[in-house]
């Protein structure tokens, strides 16, 4: 159901304060049901909502922030683009793709360039209780900075722990939780995965040492797809979250955009499993996994609030700033007696010369040495000394490994200090190759 308040002056996106506001109206769609409706009877747990401007004096009050969902970035397995779950959230969503932090710069952009508030997030693949990896869920959202930057460690190091797909553990939960909100997941979820298979004992401990990890940023999650599981499930989780005092909060495993979606989903999945459209155990069981409307989440959890208002404290909780456009460099050690990367740099140039051209008359070719001091020049004053040096470091090293390395390719090639210091292996003089095709003051971009 729609709470609408009819006021005056409210600007689109302003906060209201509900303790101030004398005239209530609940509506279902453009139908009016009751007016002056108490602010205890309206169904509305907090004292500050966000409110969406409909008209000139009509606002509606944003009850729900969609926590769960899934774009084609989680592969092979959800088929809703980015843009159009930028369009279809109301006020605040979250981004969270399964293992992998893929498309949250675009998501991230989009939501910004539409005034709306990104949540990033994940839903991980986490080990058991044995260690093992055994892909259960775990949503993983970041709530400030720190989280963010952990969200991609935690997401990078899964990638060490991979079976099937990327884990995280347990002990990296532990090392990388701060800063980030968690919540238990689908049915894929440790805890929701052991109250289904009559493992009430595990269920409990997990949810406790997830309680120990994250704190108030832990929260239970509730789904309501019709699914036989969630029947037996649901009650458990709602009386573990009473008994450990865990608040909840009201999801849906969002995959694609519109009802009318799940057969190009049932598609895919066939493709996904090797199966035909005809076959058995092709598609997720039960439905609503598209995106969910307030409308349609209120109607779905109207016997539980809380859980919905909840949606909307995690996402005041959430407060991002992903900085666009820095490149954040490894920090590169420069051997003694080097006192700058400049310094080792033009070191490794000059040896790199002198090793290819000793001897022979291009050592003192004024051609080459124009062509060297003014490669040079823009390098040092564009700042690209650093990453020369490492890509040089990291060629350097693949050849020490018998890894193979070519000659190099693109404009790269037309670059006589990268010749020198071995990066690549043809002489862009001899060949007439353009070093501005790699790098060029008047147009600042990183090289390739």
């Known amino acids: 159901m729609k709470v609408k308040i009819k006021t005056k002056g409210l600007e689109p996106g302003k906060r209201l304060d509900l303790k101030k506001v004398d005239t209530w109206s609940l509506w279902d769609g453009n139908t009016l049901l009751e007016e002056k409706v108490p602010i205890p009877d309206a169904g509305l747990g907090l004292d500050h909502y966000k409110c969406i401007a409909n008209d000139e004096d009509t606002v509606s009050v944003v009850r729900f922030a969609d926590l769960h969902r899934h774009s084609d970035n989680s592969l092979r397995d959800g088929i809703l683009k980015v843009p159009d779950m930028v369009k ?17 710069v675009e998501y991230y952009n989009a939501m910004k360039g539409a005034g709306k508030k990104p949540i990033i997030g994940m839903e991980a693949y986490q080990e058991n209780l044995r260690g093992e990896l055994s892909g259960n869920h775990l949503i993983l959202l970041a709530k400030n900075d720190v989280g963010y930057k952990n969200l991609i460690k935690l997401s990078s190091e899964s990638f060490e722990h991979f079976y099937r797909k990327p884990h995280v553990t347990w002990e990296m939960l532990k090392q990388y939780h701060e800063g980030i909100i968690c919540t238990t997941a689908c049915l894929g979820g440790l805890i929701p995965k052991s109250f289904a298979n009559g493992d009430r004992e595990s269920a409990y401990y997990a949810a406790k040492q997830l309680l120990k990890i994250f704190g108030e940023d832990f929260y239970i999650e509730i789904q309501r797809h019709g699914i036989k599981d969630e029947e037996l ?7 573990l979250a ?27 999945m066939c493709l996904k499993q090797d199966l035909t459209i005809d076959m058995p155990h092709r598609r997720y069981e039960g439905t609503g996994y598209h995106l969910h409307s307030s409308e349609e989440m209120e109607k779905l959890f109207s016997d539980l609030p809380e859980a919905l208002d909840n949606t909307l404290r995690i996402a005041d909780k959430c407060d991002v700033t992903v900085k666009m456009g820095d490149v954040n460099l490894p920090n590169y050690e420069i051997p003694a007696p080097f006192a700058t990367p400049l310094e080792y740099f033009k070191h490794i140039c000059k040896t790199g010369f002198d090793k290819r051209f000793q001897g022979r008359p291009e050592h003192e070719d004024p051609v080459y040495l ?31 490994v018998s890894v193979y390395i070519g000659p190099g390719r693109g404009s790269a090639a037309g670059s ?27 147009r600042v971009s990183w090289p390739d």
Not at 92 to 100: E, F, I, M, R, V
Not at 233 to 239: A, D, H, T
Not at 416 to 442: H, K, S, V, Y
Request: proline share 4%; glycine share 6%.
């Open 88 to 104: 279809h959230t109301e006020y605040a969503g979250a981004l969270t793709d399964h293992g992998n932090l893929y498309g949250f």
């Open 233 to 239: 499930v649901n009650p458990q989780l709602l009386g």
């Open 242 to 268: 009473q008994e450990l005092n865990i608040p909840i909060v009201a999801t849906t495993d969002s995959h694609y955009l519109r009802k009318e979606d799940a057969y190009a989903h049932e598609v895919m």
């Open 370 to 400: 124009e062509r060297y001091d003014y490669e040079m020049s823009v390098i040092e004053k564009m700042g690209f000394e650093t990453y020369f040096l490492i890509v040089w470091d990291f060629i350097n090293y693949a050849r020490s």
């Open 416 to 442: 006589l200090l990268a010749f020198c210091m071995g990066i690549t292996d043809m002489d862009p003089i001899r060949f007439n190759l353009l070093f501005e095709r790699f790098l060029n003051p008047e």
